[in-house]
């Protein structure tokens, strides 16, 4: 009698997307562009970032072209899960930037939020500054649905750029989104720290309590 077959149930997967390549790639810029078309979509969206990031403005994501999205500034992996769980009937989107800076935890949460059937966009460092894989980036890869891995433009020789090379001597332990003391390098102008603690450092994720 070509009855439609039983609906399914309104449980649907969700989709777990990542962004990823080195500084100056314009990773936050495609979060920004896929979250606002969820946005015109009718999507209820929500995007966070780590609070460390204040180069431009403590509300909301930026990319270096000067586009921005409201995001919400959260300490560290605890208060990322403590103001998104609430918000989980009433959202559908997800946007994670700097991802990198969250630690390990952040991948059971992702799979968390795409059993529940949400869609969750995570922008990320796929390197440190010495070439090696930045956690948790590369586990969130493996588990995604989908890649995307961009690249910048090698400031030395204009080839397509993996790295991102840190220039001069400053031995801070973080330093965020800053032009003239990062630039993208392709392979063979990438020339990373030969002190290998550095490489330690650069990889801690940073929360607010740890800042002086
Ligand atoms: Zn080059």
Known sequence: MGSAPAAHPAVHPGRIEVITGPMFSGKSEELIRRLKRAQIAKRRVVCFKPDLDIRYNRNAIASHSAQTLDALAVANFEELKMVLLPMLDTVEVVGIDEAQFFDPSLVPLANHLVHKGLRVILAGLDTTFVGEPF???????????????????????????????????????????????????????????????????LELPVSAGTRS
């Open 135 to 201: 956690a948790p980036i590369p586990e969130l890869m493996a588990i995604a649905d989908e890649v995307t891995k961009l690249s910048a433009v090698c400031m030395q020789c204009g080839a397509p750029a993996v790295h991102t090379q840190r220039l001069g001597s400053n031995q801070s332990l973080v330093l965020v989104g800053a032009a003239g003391i990062y630039e993208a390098r392709c392979r063979a102008c990438f020339l990373p720290w030969a002190e290998k603690q550095t490489a330690e450092q």
